[in-house]
């Protein structure tokens, strides 16, 4: 039987050289590529063609979320892995709603890695049991368009609904119906309250100083 041909994709050096090396002491499966940014797993995706991906979320530039919808454009069939620290609901779905088949944290054992490549590949989704309930939670919330995450986006950035409109080509009225509706799917009634529960559920992150503008 021929071996699972994997893609493995993460910004840090010494966790891609220890994924490789958990897997080469594994039959069945080969590593046929690597890469450390969005834009490169993309690329080592279209010259390769692998038969699964790992990916990791947090890269820089190009992140694992859009390397993933991008791969998928490509190639609808695509077997993709989400493989990360981060086990924050919003991820997780955010993950699998852009094609991912599975979920793993970085601390999963590496025999259970293994086998989710294996159930993957055979086209099965793999979510752990911890996030499956997380999932769920989060299907019964009313999901977040991708215009009000672009406007919370801009918002923990500290700026006001006139430079908002102004980056999204928008009216000011238009961000502040954003805004309502954001508040509403949240339950919550001001803009600090908003930006709380965006960054607890992981829809957004603090910028860092590279990232002011």
Do not use: W
């Amino acid at each position: 039987m021929s071996n699972i041909r994997l893609l493995c994709v993460d910004d840090h050096q010494l966790i891609r050289t220890g994924i490789i090396r958990v897997i080469e002491l594994h039959k069945g499966v080969a590593v046929v590529a690597e890469g450390s940014t969005g834009e490169e797993a993309v690329e080592q995706f279209i010259r390769h063609r692998p038969d699964v991906t790992l990916m990791d979320l947090q890269m820089p530039k190009m992140s694992g979320l859009h390397a993933i919808t991008r791969i998928r454009q490509i190639s609808p069939d695509a077997r993709i892995i989400v493989l990360t620290m981060y086990e924050r609901d919003e991820d997780v779905f955010r993950a699998l709603d852009a094609g991912a088949m599975g979920y793993l944290l970085k601390d999963t054992v590496p025999e259970h890695l293994i086998r989710v490549i294996h159930e993957v590949h055979a086209g099965r989704r793999a979510v752990p049991t911890s996030l499956d309930a997380k999932l769920a939670a989060r299907s019964g919330r009313h999901a977040l368009t991708t215009r009000e995450v672009d406007v919370l986006g801009l918002l923990v950035k500290g700026m006001r609904n006139k430079e908002i409109g102004a980056i999204l080509k928008i009216s000011e009225e238009t961000v502040r119906v954003h805004l309502k509706s954001i508040f509403i799917k949240f339950g919550v009634h001001d803009r600090t309250a908003a930006l709380a529960e965006a960054l607890r559920r992981g829809i957004v992150d603090i910028p860092s100083d590279s990232d002011a503008l």
